[in-house]
């Protein structure tokens, strides 16, 4: 899931958008606060 959020995020979209498009396409529920979660230990990474 996590590479999933990722590849989207790089896409552009906001944290809504992708939390929206993955419970449509993939009836997932994933909360804007779970994709910041994920998107931001990335980004520490990269820091």
Same mark, same amino acid.
């Given at each position: 899931? *996590?590479?999933?959020? %990722?590849? %989207?995020?790089?896409?552009?979209?906001? @944290?809504?958008?992708?939390?929206? @498009? %993955? /419970?449509?396409?993939?009836? /997932? !529920?994933?909360?804007? !606060?779970?994709?910041?979660?994920?998107?931001?230990?990335?980004? *520490?990474?990269? /820091?």
């Amino acid at each position: 899931m *996590d590479e999933m959020v %990722l590849s %989207l995020s790089a896409k552009g979209p906001p @944290h809504g958008g992708i939390s929206a @498009h %993955l /419970a449509e396409v993939y009836v /997932a !529920q994933v909360s804007k !606060q779970t994709i910041s979660t994920i998107t931001g230990k990335v980004m *520490d990474g990269m /820091a």
